[in-house]
């Protein structure tokens, strides 16, 4: 049922987004509440409406619907922001649409292939992510060519039963890539897909029913044509890499190229030395944008710890990010780092009191409450990856904030200088900050070892 609203009125239009508010940075590029009625309306033209961008889309319902029932959902030109409410939590963030709505769409709308890369893959019978592989089966099944890239080390994460489900795709084709013979360690850690080469999307939300429905997530869907081509560069490099491997070949490394300190918006990535050219090292790039905060950084992450992982075991010390922050809150920064309670073992809970310690520097743990139907193994957490940086600057990626994720495993990241990105990345920080799930470290404290898979 439409709810009527105020006249919303279209200042400016471009091939990009529609702009609601001048000011909010909201932007047209769907109208959900009344998707009924624009679907009905388009249904004559639909093969033709769904091959349109974003933007035409959203100007199309627009003008179907009318001003007076149109409801914006959170953009800005190239970017729209997703988030993944755990159900039952009571947190509201009404102008982000839901992953499984997104990916049902980005795969229903493929013509020519979708390209997916991933850490490990789990469905649930009659979960949200049952529709996402019903859209993707359905992809195959009209000749879609799919290509699909998981971690080695995620297949003893997955589930059999959804493996065997993506193999009998038609069209799709399955690969396991050993990420650690590249680089000695460090794994697939990113969960990004592209489609026809056109759209991306990437963010913390895993192949993973859990992710869709009972955790805390944030990610990306992105039509800017150098993020997005970028992001298809990534997944053919390490597509290749796979290949090279099987074949017992040396994997070609990227032909490095000298950019310019980047600005704007843009996609960076690590392991470095497998960034296709024009791909900024997100090792280097989080301390640079650290660097240049004046006021305040939120931070909202899994876990975080200046340690790495080495061999039997062992933790080695990795100072790159810890060193970052603490010179920030030197220079006066407030730094408002907030960190699941799956961040509560030995040793990483110690590096988080010694952080609190330094003056203007908070920490505070999320514990998010048990889903109404009992506990679920692996979720009831936050899981986003993002920042936000004096209002300026926003950072939505794949990393958790350890060695191990911007030195040897494949991550990817997205930096946004937009005050419009980087305020409602600030919003939900703050809803979490300032609700009754977010607690402040306690350095007395001696806290439980954190236990996710068991009740």
Same mark, same amino acid.
Not at 7 to 10: A, D, G, V, W
């Given at each position: 049922?439409?709810m009527?609203?105020p006249?919303?009125?279209?200042f400016?239009?471009?091939?990009?987004?529609?702009?609601?508010?001048p000011?909010?940075?909201?932007?047209l590029?769907?109208a959900p509440s009344?998707?009924?009625?624009?679907?009905?309306?388009a249904m004559p033209?639909?093969p033709?409406?769904?091959?349109?961008?974003l933007?035409y =889309?959203a100007?199309?319902? /627009?003008? %179907?619907? $009318? @001003?007076s029932?149109?409801? !914006?959902d &959170?953009a800005?030109?190239?970017?729209?922001?997703?988030?993944?409410v755990p159900?039952?939590?009571?947190?509201?963030?009404?102008?982000?649409?839901?992953?499984g709505?997104?990916?049902?769409e980005?795969f229903?709308?493929?013509?020519?292939?979708?390209?997916?890369?991933?850490?490990?893959v789990?469905?649930?019978?009659?979960s949200?992510?049952?529709?996402v592989?019903?859209?993707l089966?359905?992809?195959g099944?009209?000749?879609v060519?799919?290509r699909?890239?998981?971690?080695?080390?995620?297949?003893?994460?997955?589930?059999?039963?959804?493996?065997?489900r993506l193999?009998?795709?038609?069209?799709?084709?399955? =690969?396991?890539?050993?990420? /650690?013979k %590249?680089? $000695? @360690?460090?794994?697939i850690h !990113?969960? &990004?897909l592209?489609?026809?080469g056109?759209q991306?999307?990437?963010?913390?939300?895993n192949?993973?029913?859990?992710?869709?429905?009972?955790?805390?997530?944030?990610?990306?869907?992105?039509?800017?044509?150098?993020?997005v081509?970028?992001?298809?560069?990534?997944f053919?490099?390490?597509?290749?890499?796979?290949?090279?491997?099987?074949?017992?070949?040396?994997?070609?490394l990227?032909?490095?190229?000298?950019?310019?300190?980047?600005?704007g918006?843009y996609?960076?990535?690590?392991?470095q030395?497998?960034?296709?050219?024009?791909?900024?090292?997100?090792?280097?790039e989080?301390?640079?944008l650290?660097?240049?905060?004046?006021?305040?950084?939120?931070?909202?992450?899994?876990?975080?710890?200046p340690l790495?992982?080495?061999?039997?075991?062992?933790?080695?010390?990795?100072?790159?990010?810890?060193?970052a922050l603490?010179?920030?809150?030197?220079?006066g920064?407030?730094?408002?780092?907030?960190?699941?309670?799956?961040?509560?073992?030995?040793?990483?809970?110690?590096?988080?009191k010694?952080?609190?310690?330094?003056?203007?520097?908070?920490v505070r743990?999320?514990?998010l409450?048990m889903?109404?139907?009992?506990?679920?193994p692996y979720?009831?957490?936050?899981?986003?990856?993002t920042?936000d940086?004096?209002?300026?600057?926003?950072?939505?990626?794949t990393?958790?904030?350890?060695?191990?994720?911007?030195?040897?495993s494949r991550?990817?990241?997205?930096?946004?200088h937009?005050s419009?990105?980087?305020?409602?990345?600030?919003q939900?920080?703050?809803q979490?900050?300032?609700g009754?799930?977010?607690k402040?470290i306690d350095?007395?404290?001696?806290?439980?070892e954190?236990?996710?898979?068991q009740?």
């Open positions: 049922m439409c009527t609203r006249s919303i009125r279209l400016r239009l471009n091939r990009n987004t529609a702009r609601l508010d000011n909010s940075g909201a932007c590029w769907h009344c998707l009924c009625l624009a679907m009905r309306l033209f639909y033709s409406y769904r091959r349109l961008s933007s =889309r100007v199309i319902a /627009a003008l %179907l619907l $009318g @001003s029932c149109a409801q !914006a &959170f800005i030109p190239g970017f729209e922001l997703v988030h993944t159900v039952g939590s009571g947190l509201q963030t009404p102008d982000l649409r839901a992953p709505e997104v990916w049902r980005l229903d709308g493929a013509r020519e292939r979708i390209d997916i890369e991933q850490f490990y789990a469905d649930h019978a009659g949200v992510m049952d529709k592989l019903e859209s089966t359905a992809a099944q009209r000749g060519k799919i699909f890239l998981l971690e080695e080390k995620g297949l003893k994460l997955s589930d059999p039963q959804t493996l065997e193999r009998a795709i038609p069209n799709l084709t399955l =690969r396991v890539l050993p990420y /650690a %590249l680089t $000695g @360690s460090g794994i !990113a969960k &990004f592209v489609v026809d056109r991306a999307f990437i963010g913390s939300q192949f993973d029913w859990r992710s869709l429905e009972h955790i805390h997530e944030t990610g990306l869907r992105i039509d800017e044509p150098t993020v081509s970028q992001t298809q560069a990534i053919d490099q390490d597509w290749l890499a796979q290949a090279a491997i099987t074949e017992g070949k040396p994997v070609p990227p032909r490095p190229i000298n950019s310019a300190l980047p600005d918006n996609l960076i990535a690590s392991p030395r497998y960034n296709p050219p024009g791909v900024v090292d997100s090792q280097a989080l301390p640079r650290l660097a240049q905060a004046k006021s305040e950084v939120r931070v909202q992450l899994l876990d975080y710890a790495s992982y080495g061999s039997d075991k062992t933790r080695p010390y990795y100072a790159v990010i810890d060193n603490r010179s920030a809150a030197a220079r920064v407030s730094i408002k780092l907030m960190v699941s309670d799956w961040n509560t073992g030995m040793p990483e809970v110690a590096y988080l010694s952080l609190a310690l330094v003056p203007n520097v908070q743990i999320v514990t409450p889903a109404e139907q009992g506990f679920i979720a009831r957490v936050i899981h986003s990856k920042m940086i004096d209002d300026q600057v926003a950072w939505v990626g990393s958790n904030w350890l060695g191990g994720y911007l030195d040897n991550n990817l990241e997205v930096v946004m937009d419009s990105m980087a305020r409602r990345i600030g939900l920080h703050e979490l900050w300032d009754p799930y977010a402040p350095i007395n404290r001696d806290y439980p954190p236990h996710p898979g009740p």
